[in-house]
């Protein structure tokens, strides 16, 4: 990955099995959200593939690759919810541009899928009349409107109190227990790795590639590298 001619990261070699919640981790700008833009189709890779389901996503035609990105849902870490309009308006909006349904199933869906993050009764608020975690679940609920497969979240803790990062977890997990949905998740939140991730993927800035992989609990029982270790355990 690189942003012209700088390497941000490189030799980076892994999967994420279908139905997992994988984990980006790693220091202050060390690439995770620009890793993140890269699995979404944002950015192509100055080197190497990315596949989904055994497609290179950049193999593809410009309809292949929407289709395929229309598979995927995205949580921002501000929600990146539209401000002037309603909750359930926004939640409708990816419905209307990617299906054929009437206004009516739409709104059905979009109540539906607000009464999974909690906020049943909130479609005719705006962005602006919640709070900052009501926003980041109304943007999960629009991450989840075309029922992806795959839901890539960056920073979903980012700004929000202790109370209200939990509880976004346990909707995240929720999320993957009912629906089957495979999460990639951007976060340093020690909390959020330990308690959502099955698998997790250390990038480390000065190396320029990832150090570490596995199960997060046995990187911290298992690494030997100080790095790995002071970062699990937030050591200096
Ligand atoms: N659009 C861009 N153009 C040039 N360089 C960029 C761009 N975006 C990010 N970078 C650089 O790429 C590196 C990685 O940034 P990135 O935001 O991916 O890191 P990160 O691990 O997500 O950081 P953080 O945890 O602080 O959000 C940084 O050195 C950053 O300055």
Redesign the pocket.
């Known amino acids: 990955m690189a942003?012209?001619d700088?390497v941000?990261q490189q030799n980076l070699s892994f999967s994420v099995k279908h139905g997992e919640i994988f984990i980006i981790m790693?220091?202050?700008?060390?690439?995770?959200?620009?890793?993140?833009?890269h699995l979404i189709g944002l950015m192509e890779p100055a080197a190497g593939e990315i596949l989904i389901n055994d497609i290179n996503i950049w193999d593809t035609t410009v309809d292949e690759r929407i289709q395929m990105i229309s598979r995927t849902g995205v949580l921002y870490q501000s929600g990146a919810l539209f401000s002037s309009m309603t909750l359930g308006e926004n939640i409708a909006l990816p419905l209307s541009e990617h299906t054929s349904l009437v206004s009516s199933e739409i709104e059905k869906i979009a109540s539906y899928k607000l009464s999974l993050v909690g906020l049943a009764g909130f479609e005719d608020y705006y962005p602006s009349e919640i709070s900052g975690g009501m926003r980041k679940r109304a943007g999960l609920a629009r991450a989840m409107a075309l029922d992806p497969d795959i839901l890539f979240v960056d920073?979903p803790s980012a700004g929000l109190d202790p109370i209200s990062a939990k509880l976004l977890d346990r909707l995240i997990l929720e999320l993957r227990e009912s629906l089957g949905t495979t999460i990639v998740m951007?976060t340093?939140e020690l909390e959020s790795i330990f308690s959502v991730g099955d698998t997790a993927i250390f990038?480390d800035?000065d190396e320029k590639t990832m150090i570490a992989s596995g199960p997060p609990k046995q990187l911290l029982t298992e690494s030997t590298d100080p790095r790995v270790r002071n970062f699990l355990t937030r050591s200096a």
């Open positions: 942003y012209a700088t941000i790693g220091g202050s700008g060390c690439g995770k959200s620009t890793l993140l833009r920073e951007v340093h990038l800035t």
